[in-house]
């Protein structure tokens, strides 16, 4: 056995590699139709969510951050998570409200 083993044959008959002929003789997009052309949109990138998030910036306890990032990647969609189902009540049956002893306990 060689040590260097032999790469497979990668060449397609009914695809040959370009010459510099073929190149020269290529016509880009602008020598389509326009018909065709209206089929590809010019944009470019992921298209555009139609409720964008918000960047904020926020203070949160070191342990809080330490939670969700322990989790891996997606940690901050995962917090969005669980602020979404506390806001709609989700979370343990809570409501959006804080009363007045949790507002003291905050304070300590």
Known sequence: ???HPTEPDLTDPENPEWTKADFANAVGPEGL???VRSLFPKTRGRPKKLEAKVPVSIRLDPD???HFRQQGPGWQSRMNDVLREHMTGRFHGS???VSAGQKAKRKR
């Open 1 to 3: 056995m060689s040590p």
């Open 64 to 66: 809080v951050v330490g």
């Open 33 to 35: 139709p326009q018909e």
């Open 95 to 97: 409501s959006t409200k």
